[in-house]
């Protein structure tokens, strides 16, 4: 009903930037959250960052100040800007969707997941 296709990961240096970006694409009728999680080697998934349909934005501890989401609504497009990035934000990154289908049902959508590494 509602795909999620991620992109923008990879390896950088501790101390760069990188852009993740993830389209909703299906039968949509309205998006109500957009957001980014992510998982660590040997850990749970946490939340990074979410964006509701009026802006409205949360993030961790762990990356305000450095991590910016950010949405287009007429693309159904979510990105996540990451600054000053280190080694512990090393993980798969995954988008996730809370969205109303034409059918009048709520899904909870989760991307395939983009692996982000910081390293020297």
């Known amino acids: 009903q509602v795909q999620l296709v991620e992109s923008g990961g990879g390896l950088v240096q501790p101390g760069a930037s990188l852009r993740l970006s993830c389209t909703a694409s299906?039968?949509?009728?309205?998006?109500?959250?957009m957001g980014w999680y992510r998982q660590a080697p040997g850990k749970q998934r946490e939340l990074v960052a979410t964006?509701?349909?009026?802006?409205?934005?949360f993030y961790a501890d762990s990356v305000k100040g450095r991590f910016t989401i950010s949405r287009d609504n007429a693309k159904n497009t979510v990105y996540l800007q990451m600054n000053s990035l280190k080694p512990e934000d090393t993980a798969v990154y995954y988008c996730?969707?809370?969205?109303?289908?034409?059918?009048?049902?709520?899904?909870?959508?989760w991307g395939q997941g983009t692996l982000v590494t910081v390293s020297s």
């Open positions: 299906g039968s949509i009728s309205s998006i109500y959250v």
């Open positions: 996730n969707v809370r969205a109303l289908t034409t059918a009048r049902v709520i899904v909870n959508a």
């Open positions: 964006i509701t349909s009026v802006d409205s934005t």
